[in-house]
């Protein structure tokens, strides 16, 4: 079902939404954006960056979230501590990123209930992109900037209006109320999600690229690529498809909390008798890359990487692991 | 802010603090419950982070004592000691700690009833400045842990 | 193709040719234009590679504490890169007689977010032309004074010339002006302290404690951080003021009398955290009260290792 909305309207849209749910957007933040609560509908601004640095799959995995209290020596549980929103401005990217983690997280037999319940309460109003960066990858990953899996709406940007592009009941809840789109406004959305994909170079080919890392496991390949790598914890944070974690019991805030972990620590593998089955970078770098591009296909045979960005713009050291996948690519044994 | 607050106290002091016998036993025994000791076998174990932890507990005065220079116990702990929490004292202050939070008394064995007349000075100097408010961070402040 | 870039070809292929080193960390071409790549290597035909220029924004020396202590290196050094490796070897972390500096005199850093505060995200190409930075994006060229771009570490260097250098390339620069150097620190001293509190706190909460600061910082070599400490915890590792406030805090202390004013760490952060203040004053302090620099001497102890007992009279009994 294909909805209009004029630019203009979309405050008031937003406002309306505010009645019944949290409405989250990309705010501004110094020189950068960060998806939060709005307080009032002219906070959103979802075109100052081209995407948040953070990524919004905190919102559904805090980097640090309490999982149980203990008050009082009662335990208290915290699933329940969520409530209805709705997240506007999101990428598809990040969207599609969310999709893939349920995989982990809400599929099978062990539900992560944290998880799940903010998914299920979550509306997620996707704004496509337009203009993609030159940092952006996701067309050689299986995605592109318009992808609308895991989209409750899809907007499209086609001037001085979006339309809407209404995938379930979920995103009818909040437009159902909305003109249908004309023919010429649904064409000409078309034309700007072709437009878009077209823009975007292939930086690599991600065909065969499981089989490809498998067989340069044991190679000199990884110790040569990790050199720069300072071994900090930016690509894991910054990406939206990271998902390991470490649980702490927290004593003296009577908490138990699990917080974002980093395999690009040495200490994430290290075990309590001082063993480390990934002692050095290259172990780690190896697994990292591998993790993505290898690993994350065989388990679900999807890439673990939705071509975001932001590792490649956001590293200290200037890695690019479009350059690193283009490289294993093209090794050859010499 | 007067009357109903007492002020949280911490005393970090060297084992070896050449204190009269009495007031090494008053130290010991008979300290108010609101300044807590924390004996170290020497002033050069005090790290910064113990000063820190306090700090962010919601300590609002900490004092810490130790030998005079040609005293120390170990040689040389102290003077380690005092180059890095003076300038740790500064560093906090430049952060917006009141400088009047840290305090040092360096104490010889002849200076009867200097201990117990630094911790008083040190709990009037923090009754006149109030409560600790900056820097206290922790979830559950130190006295009110489980 | 700039003098300096050259020079640094012909000397690293000279010092693997002639088998000096074994490896030679330098700097090639980036991944994206505002930015370069360390590099590291072994053959003298790659010296091809290596480039010199003002968006070669890491702290090279960061990079001594990874590689294996036998191992005989070539680095590159700007001022703040040699002052770092006399730091470390007095603190006994290397043999000096390992390392050959090819040391050059540093104009400073071009710092990327200052460019894309103004032309936006999608940076095409980025050249320097004598003083003038020049940058193509989707939407034209644009122009920048490079004294404008400059990261603000660089803004305030006072030691541009490497020290203790195997080998100089390029004309010594003037050194900086410590006055100016200074003088943000007594800027923001002179600031209320509810104020110095509150900038303080509104700096740390963007933290994610990815520690790319720390990474990326020479002196920051140890194996076991005090981050990591679980019994007792100093630093929990949950996003709180409290946790991310004793990180910002102890880290910035553990570099007393040891920080370069390099600025690695406020270009490593992906969230734009400002830490150079901490550490500014810091550095001040020993200056004040140690005549203190860290990098101006290869044997004096920094303050804080370098305790006497002159310092009686120097403190309140």
């Not at chain 1, 998880?115 to 109003?125: D, F, I, N, S």
């Not at chain 1, 009941?169 to 878009?196: N, W």
């Not at chain 1, 075990?271 to 002692?279: M, V």
Request: charged share 25%; net charge negative; aromatic share 10%.
């Amino acid at each position: 079902m294909y909805k209009v909305l004029s630019k203009a309207d979309l405050p008031r849209l937003i406002e309306k939404w505010m009645a019944q749910a949290t409405v989250y957007a990309p705010l501004r933040q110094g020189d950068f954006t960060k998806f939060a609560p709005l307080n009032d509908p002219a906070q959103a601004d979802l075109y100052y960056a081209a995407n948040t640095r953070y990524p919004p799959k905190a919102l559904f995995l805090p980097q640090s979230e309490v999982m149980f209290r203990a008050k009082d020596g009662e335990f208290e549980s915290t699933e329940d501590e969520v409530s209805s929103r709705v997240i506007l401005g999101i990428h598809s990217c990040d969207t599609r990123a969310l999709q893939l983690l349920d995989g982990v997280f809400w599929a099978g037999d062990y539900q992560d209930p944290y998880w799940a319940k903010k998914r299920g309460q979550t509306t997620l109003v996707v704004l496509g992109c337009a203009n993609p960066c030159a940092t952006c990858f996701c067309t050689s990953v299986g995605s592109g900037p318009f992808d609308k899996r895991g989209a409750d709406v899809m907007l499209i940007d086609i001037g001085d209006e979006y339309v809407a592009d209404v995938r379930n009941e979920k995103g009818q809840a909040l437009f159902d109320h909305l003109p249908d789109a004309s023919q010429e406004q649904t064409d000409t959305s078309r034309q700007v999600q072709a437009a878009a994909a077209a823009k975007m170079e292939k930086p690599f080919e991600s065909e065969g690229i499981e089989d490809k890392l498998y067989s340069l496991f044991d190679n000199d390949f990884w110790p040569k690529i990790q050199q720069s790598c300072l071994g900090c914890g930016v690509c894991t944070f910054l990406c939206p498809t990271c998902h390991c974690f470490d649980i702490v019991d927290e004593a003296q805030r009577s908490e138990r909390v699990r917080n974002w972990d980093t395999c690009m620590f040495r200490i994430y593998s290290q075990e309590a008798s001082g063993h480390n089955p990934r002692p050095t970078n290259t172990e780690r770098t190896r697994q990292r890359i591998m993790h993505k591009y290898a690993y994350f296909v065989e388990l679900y045979d999807e890439i673990g990487c939705t071509g975001c960005g932001r590792c490649v713009r956001y590293c200290p050291v200037d890695l690019d692991i479009r350059q690193i996948i283009r490289s294993a690519q093209a090794w050859e044994e010499s | 802010m007067n009357d109903t607050w007492t002020p949280r106290i911490v005393v970090f002091q060297c084992q070896y603090s050449l204190y009269s016998e009495a007031d090494q036993k008053w130290m010991d025994t008979q300290l108010p419950p609101h300044i807590k000791l924390i004996q170290v076998p020497c002033t050069g174990r005090i790290s910064p982070l113990f000063v820190l932890n306090a700090i962010q507990g919601g300590t609002d005065g900490v004092l810490i004592s130790g030998c005079l220079p040609e005293k120390c116990h170990f040689k040389e702990g102290n003077l380690g000691a005092r180059r890095q929490l003076d300038e740790f004292r500064r560093f906090l202050t430049y952060l917006g700690m009141g400088e009047e939070r840290m305090r040092f008394a360096w104490i010889d064995l002849s200076e009867r009833g200097r201990i117990r007349q630094e911790l008083a000075d040190l709990e009037e100097t923090i009754r006149a400045t109030g409560p600790i408010k900056r820097l206290v961070t922790r979830a559950i402040p130190i006295g009110e842990q489980p | 193709m700039n003098q300096l870039t050259l020079a640094i070809r012909q000397e690293a292929a000279r010092v693997l040719g002639k088998d000096i080193v074994d490896m030679v960390i330098g700097f090639e071409a980036g991944a994206l234009p505002l930015k370069a790549q360390p590099a590291f290597i072994t053959q003298k035909e790659e010296a091809e590679k290596l480039v010199y220029n003002g968006f070669c924004q890491n702290n090279l020396a960061a990079y001594l504490a990874r590689r294996p202590k036998e191992e005989r290196i070539g680095i590159i050094c700007r001022g703040c890169e040699s002052r770092a490796v006399r730091a470390m070897v007095i603190e006994h972390q290397h043999d000096r007689d390992k390392l050959y500096l090819i040391g050059v005199p540093c104009t400073g850093i071009i710092d990327w977010r200052k460019i894309e505060r103004q032309v936006g995200e999608n940076t095409l190409q980025a050249v320097e032309e004598g003083d003038e930075v020049i940058v193509t994006t989707r939407d034209g060229e644009y122009r920048f004074q490079r004294a404008d771009v400059l990261h603000d570490s660089c803004k305030r260097c006072l030691h541009p010339n490497p020290v203790g250098a195997d080998i100089v390339l390029g004309d010594p620069l003037p050194e900086g002006d410590p006055e100016q150097a200074w003088a943000p620190v007594l800027e923001f001293e002179a600031l209320p302290p509810e104020e110095r509190y509150a900038y303080f706190v509104q700096e740390a909460e963007r933290c994610i404690r990815c520690y790319a600061c720390r990474e990326a910082c020479p002196m920051c070599y140890c194996t076991e951080c005090f981050v990591d400490c679980t019994t007792p915890r100093w630093a929990e590792s949950m996003i709180t003021p409290s946790g991310t406030q004793a990180w910002h805090i102890i880290r910035a202390f553990h570099q007393t009398g040891r920080c370069v004013s390099c600025g690695a760490c406020e270009r490593a952060c992906p969230m734009d955290i400002k830490m150079t203040y901490l550490v500014d004053k810091l550095n001040y302090d020993m200056v004040q009260q140690y005549r203190f620099e860290v990098g101006a001497s290869d044997e004096a102890q920094p303050p804080f290792a370098a305790f006497t007992l002159d310092d009686r009279n120097r403190f309140v009994r």
